[in-house]
């Protein structure tokens, strides 16, 4: 029996990279996209709570592609796919993507794509989002087939440790030039944000949010390191943001309030 994939994004239902990648998941397994029916870039993981969700069957795929469009976030398309569309059937893979632009560092915390593969990992399900690192909504995906399908052959393999997702990065270089594949960790780095102040034709104020990216870490074992040296990187992600390492040091703040 073929596998069952969700396929989702932050992009919107109508770009190039999640066409892109539902032909290549088509060749997998039985596909079924859900994705939003707008640009929902740096959504992060929000959900829709103060209006309802509107979801519309489509034809963008084809006749032999199930698809949906929806109104809301990449995480509400997955759990309105999840629980609503393909309620009662059990989904062997999520995957989200292929994102216009690099979802290294920490820009997996601010990902729409990301929020999908974090969602699809909080519901139990093996998740995997992919990212090319150019944003150009014309951008060329050629080179992105051959490593999405060696991760996903080796996904198929070997599995996935419960409650993680894997945060795919692939450099904007052609096939020959991509080194190969490192499992590596997320850089410290950072955006140092700028507003640019503008005003309306009414004299009305508004910002536009700009600023410069700056990498702070030299590690040679991260993402960022890993793609300007030419390979793709493999992040393992959890939603579980607990800081184990501190919570020894923290254990003095402990304390039993006496009953008076």
């Given at each position: 029996?073929?596998?069952?994939i ?14 892109v990648?539902?032909e290549i ?12 029916d ?17 979801v519309?069957k ?5 006749d ?15 759990k309105?796919?999840k ?7 059990k989904?062997?893979l ?5 994102n ?13 794509t ?7 990992a909080?519901?139990g ?9 150019n ?5 060329d ?9 060696q991760?996903l052959a ?6 996935m440790?419960?409650?993680?997702c894997?945060?795919?990065?692939i450099?904007?270089?052609?096939l ?9 960790k997320?850089?410290?780095a950072?955006?140092?944000?700028r ?15 700009t600023?410069?990216?700056s990498d702070?870490?030299?590690r040679?074992?991260t993402?960022?390191h890993?793609l ?9 992600t959890?939603?579980?943001l607990?800081?184990y390492?501190?919570?020894q ?5 402990e ?6």
């Open positions: 029996m073929k596998p069952l969700l396929i989702a994004n932050d992009d919107s239902i109508y770009s190039k990279g999640i066409r990648l539902t998941m088509s060749e997998m397994g039985e596909v079924v996209v859900v994705a939003p707008t640009h929902q870039s740096g959504m992060g993981h929000a959900i829709t709570l103060g209006e309802p969700l509107r519309e489509t034809n963008d795929f084809g032999h592609i199930q698809s949906y469009k929806c109104s809301g976030t990449p995480a509400d398309c997955v309105i796919g629980h609503q569309i393909l309620k009662g059937r989904i062997d999520v995957v989200s993507g292929i216009h632009g690099s979802n290294a560092s920490i820009a997996v915390l601010y990902s729409g990301m929020s999908a593969a974090i969602e699809a909080m519901e399900i093996p998740a995997i989002g992919f990212s090319l690192a944003f150009a909504p014309d951008a995906f050629s080179a992105t087939k051959h490593y999405i399908q991760v080796l996904f198929f393999q070997n599995g440790a419960p409650n993680t894997l945060n795919v990065n450099p904007d270089l052609p020959d030039q991509i080194k190969g594949i490192r499992v590596v997320q850089a410290h950072y955006w140092a944000d507003f640019e102040k503008r005003q309306d034709q009414y004299g009305r104020t508004y910002f536009w949010l600023g410069e990216f702070l870490d030299q040679p074992d993402d960022l890993a300007k040296s030419g390979y793709v990187s493999i992040v393992p959890q939603f579980d607990t800081a390492a501190h919570i040091t923290l254990k003095s703040w304390h039993e309030t006496k009953p008076q």
